[in-house]
């Protein structure tokens, strides 16, 4: 086994045990050291981009992955960390960008389409999600300040009768904008109490969770429900919940 095929071996043992800074430096060798072309340095890069993320710096994990796609604007893997970067780092905008393109490049390409199409839709998902929580805190914040605003107002013009009900109708709006960023319960997850992206119903029980929370609830406690504590198959007891899942996409999207 040559040099760079033993370094590349080490990376990625590096990496499968979660030593993912003596990855990064196993990768910045391979990078600096080598010869070949353009797509497959492309590859070895987005590793780089892979290793940053996992250690939490987004601002070079976005860097690498743009680095990736200049030398192969192509590299789905690139593309998928470039848009998960964006999204820690709030650039949603961005992020759903650079997703809708690998989806686009998906479509002629069936090859690659089993292997990423559900990875791309959950992470525009995920993005869409990020998104709306940010629109509706900054959306809160001004009418919370507002609401400030028409109370000290109320009490400055206690008097006045007709200013009164200007403001206590402002008042009643305020009061219908935040009604309206309420989220409904059924389409919040249980465990995580945050709004579903990829729901999954047990077949036994018909309780919905997310499949990320109720995998790392099966790895940790058991294949049971975490509500009814109803024992599930977890290979064929679960299944996605199509019906949810669409609803919470409309309701993300209003």
């Known amino acids: ?55 939490g710096s987004w601002e070079m994990a976005e860097r690498e ?39 686009s490049l998906l479509a002629v390409n069936d090859r690659e389409r089993k292997n990423w199409e559900t990875t791309f839709v959950q992470l525009l998902r995920h993005c869409r999600k990020q998104a709306w929580t940010r629109d509706v805190s900054k959306s809160r914040a001004r009418n919370d300040e507002a609401r400030a605003v028409a109370v000290r107002l109320l009490d400055e013009n206690s008097s006045n009768q007709q200013v009164r009900r200007i403001i206590e109708t402002a008042l009643r709006h305020f009061d219908v904008l935040e009604e309206s960023k309420h989220v409904p319960e059924h389409l919040l997850c249980p465990i995580l109490m945050e709004v579903f992206i990829d729901p ?5 029980t018909g309780n919905s969770f997310e499949r990320s929370a109720l995998m790392k609830h099966v790895e940790g406690n058991g294949a049971f429900d975490p509500l009814s504590r109803v024992p599930f198959d977890v290979n064929h007891g679960i299944g996605t919940n199509i019906a949810l899942r669409d609803a919470c996409e409309h309701f993300l999207e209003q």
């Open 1 to 55: 086994m040559n040099s760079q095929s033993s370094l590349r071996e080490q990376a990625k043992i590096e990496f499968g045990a979660k030593n993912y800074l003596a990855s990064l430096e196993l990768f910045n060798r391979i990078v600096e050291e080598f010869g070949g072309s353009s797509e497959e340095l492309s590859t070895l890069v987005t590793n780089k981009s892979m290793c940053y993320g996992k250690l």
């Open 200 to 204: 999954v119903v047990i077949a036994k």
């Open 65 to 103: 992955a743009q680095r990736a796609l200049a030398l192969n604007d192509r590299n789905l893997k690139a593309i998928y960390h470039y848009g998960k970067a964006c999204i820690e780092l709030g650039r949603f905008e961005d992020a759903e960008e650079a997703i809708c393109r690998g989806k």
